[in-house]
């Protein structure tokens, strides 16, 4: 790697953030069992306490998403308060469309309008709390779908959306977006109503510039090319936000980039190539569940991942990479790729890490500072499922 690539990969990589999902803190599971921790957060405000300690050591991760109703408090103004006193920064707000007996048949595509308005009702709660709390990004998940041919129109259904979802972004102040998650199945497995990034664009064209599309990493059939996707909507200026993870077999909310850490180089090479690490609006968040693993290491690791990945594409040889494309040189092309992937990239970051006053290694600084065995001690008093009960 030359000196320049070197001190411009180490620039960049400095102003990078991630965003913490806060449900990565407290206890989750899946449909069959949720595993409680020592120490898990009980509430909100330690849910920040705990993503506070990821930014804490790792240095680039300064806001955490929060899901309304998950996170509910009396007073949202005094956690911002919190937040900012430990440090970090309220991020997306996630509406909740997915746990009233109400939306059974849907929420914002619901047949029964007096539903709808309840489900859009929510969202003008969910802009207050980005009023209360600073936030600027509306996130969106659609869990509306059918299960069996026949069981609704699907056309009317989109109508019924396009207009909600019109009526949800006329809430929003300047200065706000409303970012559109898409998933291709569950809760729904005929037809989901936002089932992938065209779905979900249309829908932002419709509504207006500060509508985009989310890309969760999870939501994809097996062997979709999500750089590609990364790569179209970057070229309209409609990739709002990534919902980082990893999948297997499903949307299983796994570390990023612990399945397929090529796949996570490829992401991030699209991004880089296209300049969008800063500065192009694209929120670079996760949205994880640590069921079995401790959660403020899962935090951290998930960092980390993020950070070796960009600091690989930002290693790539654009120079080289566009004379062997223009060539045909099709070997020599991949190969500028593959050559970045296997950099080992751990010393430069810790050397990053270094120039900012932090330890070298995140996981192994929090590991030593006792902060889990205090929470352990601590938090007694039960723990709180927020998901999968
Ligand atoms: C749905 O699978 C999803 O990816 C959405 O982003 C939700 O907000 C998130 O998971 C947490 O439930
Ligand atoms: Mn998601
Ligand atoms: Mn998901």
């Known amino acids: 790697?030359?000196?320049?690539?070197?001190?411009?990969?180490?620039?960049?990589?400095?102003?990078?953030?991630?965003?913490?999902?806060?449900?990565?803190?407290?206890?989750?599971?899946?449909?069959?069992?949720?595993f409680g921790q020592p120490g898990v957060a009980r509430d909100p405000f330690e849910k920040i306490e705990d993503a506070a300690q990821v930014h804490?050591?790792?240095?680039?991760?300064?806001?955490?998403?929060?899901?309304?109703?998950?996170d509910l408090v009396d007073d949202f103004a005094k956690l911002a308060?919190?937040?900012?006193?430990?440090?970090v920064s309220i991020g997306a707000i996630n509406s909740n469309l997915f746990q009233d007996d109400d939306y059974r048949l849907g929420s914002l595509t619901h047949p029964d309008e007096a539903v709808r308005d309840k489900a859009i009702a929510h969202h003008a709660r969910c802009v207050d709390v980005m009023r209360a709390t600073g936030s600027t990004d509306l996130k969106l998940w659609l869990p509306d779908g059918t299960n069996y041919a026949g069981q609704d129109d699907l056309r009317g259904r989109q109508d019924r959306l396009a207009d909600s979802l019109q009526q949800v972004y006329a809430l929003l102040d300047p200065g706000m977006r409303l970012l559109l998650e898409y998933k291709?199945?569950?809760?729904?497995?005929?037809?989901?109503?936002?089932?992938?990034?065209?779905?979900?664009?249309?829908?932002?064209?419709?509504?207006?510039?500060?509508?985009?599309?989310?890309?969760?990493?999870?939501?994809?059939?097996?062997?979709?090319?999500?750089?590609?996707?990364?790569?179209?909507?970057?070229?309209?200026?409609?990739?709002?936000?990534?919902?980082?993870?990893?999948?297997?077999?499903?949307?299983?909310?796994?570390?990023?980039?612990?399945?397929?850490?090529?796949?996570?180089?490829?992401?991030?090479?699209?991004?880089?190539?296209?300049?969008?690490?800063t500065g192009a609006g694209v929120n670079f968040m996760l949205d994880q569940c640590h069921n079995i693993e401790p959660k403020i290491p899962g935090q951290i690791r998930s960092v980390q991942n993020v950070q070796e990945a960009t600091a690989k594409a930002l290693l790539v040889d654009r120079e080289a990479l566009a004379a062997a494309q223009s060539s045909g040189d099709v070997l020599a092309a991949h190969g500028a790729l593959t050559d970045a992937f296997s950099t080992d990239v751990r010393p430069l970051l810790a050397e990053l890490r270094e120039s900012k006053g932090l330890d070298p290694d995140p996981y192994a600084a929090y590991a030593r500072s006792g902060h889990a065995e205090r929470i352990a001690r601590e938090r007694v008093g039960g723990t709180q499922a927020s998901w999968g009960a």
């Open 1 to 34: 790697m030359t000196t320049d690539l070197r001190a411009r990969a180490l620039a960049a990589l400095a102003e990078q953030t991630i965003e913490l999902p806060s449900w990565a803190f407290g206890n989750s599971g899946t449909r069959f069992k949720v």
């Open 56 to 70: 804490r050591y790792t240095g680039a991760a300064p806001r955490v998403s929060l899901h309304v109703p998950w």
């Open 81 to 87: 308060a919190h937040a900012a006193d430990l440090g």
């Open 184 to 277: 291709f199945y569950e809760p729904y497995f005929y037809a989901m109503d936002i089932p992938d990034w065209g779905t979900s664009l249309l829908h932002c064209l419709a509504l207006g510039e500060q509508a985009t599309v989310v890309l969760d990493t999870g939501h994809h059939a097996p062997g979709t090319n999500i750089e590609f996707i990364v790569m179209q909507l970057l070229r309209v200026g409609r990739l709002g936000a990534f919902d980082f993870n990893s999948r297997y077999y499903g949307d299983d909310d796994l570390i990023v980039g612990s399945a397929d850490p090529f796949q996570l180089f490829r992401i991030m090479n699209e991004i880089v190539a296209a300049d969008a690490l």
